[in-house]
């Protein structure tokens, strides 16, 4: 079968072939018909995420949708290695997998069901966020920050505090949810003053961090040194994108209510993290979701790969 495959470590995958997966125990059979291409993927294919396979030849693609032998469209994720979802057919445990709507296209439940699970997840199963509350998305001018700006709302969010570096990607956000938009710029007093005013005003409930670095550690500061006046503060860690670590003083956790915490595979469960999905493909057309999308065919992965950014959604067709 056809495959986006990693034949060498830290090397983008290539079109090839490689063999057809067979069913185990408890296994059934997809035939992919569209994989997106993440972030993590990326990550897992370099060998420098957490989750990478050590395990060479393997195919790309951590989820995608496709069809089960019985005919029922599906979204499936994280099959084994070495067989991922960029191919013709792969094969997946019945529990990782949950039924597309009839409305949702393939191309756009390929494309929102992971960075849209991001924040699903992360305010259902971590923030346990209500309605009416005020929520911060730092890093909202991605896929995933955009995605989580829009279910924000969705949920009730009486207030959406937007975060990014393109000023320009942050003013478009207002129409998607966001009724308060702060640019990153530097991180610096510009950055500090406007945290103040938000973390004073109605204060915030909850932060979705896309970022970390230098912005994850101005928040949480600005958070704390808001003082006993404020609301507690849910900050839940999603992504890395601007740094992997960061400075904390800790009179900033000593000094206040924040509870940090992490969202993702590992801490939450699997079995939460597909109900996460299944919920968010039933919203996504309720809801009225926007998420931008370009198409390839498999066979222009090498071409496709190096150029492709979260903005918009790389999808893959399989032929």
Request: hydrophobic share 45%.
């Amino acid at each position: 079968m056809k495959a986006a495959i990693v034949v060498e470590a830290g090397k983008p995958p290539i079109y090839g072939d490689f063999k057809e997966p067979v069913p185990a125990n408890g296994e059934v059979q997809v035939t992919v018909s569209a994989a997106a291409l993440s972030n993590v993927v990326k990550s897992r294919a370099s060998g420098t995420h957490y989750s990478s396979s050590d395990q060479l030849p393997f195919v790309v693609g951590i989820d995608g949708v496709g069809r089960l032998d019985d005919g029922r469209r599906v979204y499936f994720a994280l099959p084994e290695a070495p067989f991922g979802s960029m191919s013709e057919k792969t094969v997946i445990r019945p529990s990782q997998c949950v039924s597309v709507p009839d409305d949702l296209d393939d191309v756009t439940a390929a494309a929102i069901a992971n960075p849209g699970m991001s924040a699903w997840a992360a305010f259902k199963q971590r923030a346990y966020l209500t309605a009416g509350e005020t929520v911060l998305v730092n890093g909202a001018t991605g896929t995933a920050g955009r995605l989580a700006v829009q279910i924000a709302k969705h949920m009730g969010a009486n207030k959406v505090v937007a975060t990014g570096r393109n000023v320009e990607a942050l003013k478009a956000l207002s129409v998607l949810g966001a009724d308060v938009t702060i640019p990153l710029g530097d991180c610096g007093d510009a950055f500090e003053d406007s945290l103040k005013e938000q973390f004073s005003s109605d204060g915030i409930d909850v932060v979705l961090d896309y970022l970390w670095g230098q912005s994850a550690e101005r928040i949480i500061i600005a958070g704390a040194k808001a003082g006993k006046d404020a609301v507690p503060i849910r900050f839940i860690h999603i992504g890395a994108v601007s740094a992997p670590n960061i400075t904390l003083p800790s009179a900033a956790l000593r000094s206040s209510a924040i509870t940090l915490m992490g969202s993702g595979v590992g801490s939450i469960p699997m079995d939460s993290l597909v109900k996460s999905i299944s919920e968010l493909m039933q919203a996504a057309v309720s809801g009225g979701f926007e998420i931008a999308t370009k198409t390839f065919p498999l066979s222009e992965v090498e071409r496709a790969w190096a150029a492709a950014n979260s903005m918009p959604r790389t999808v893959f067709l399989m032929p």
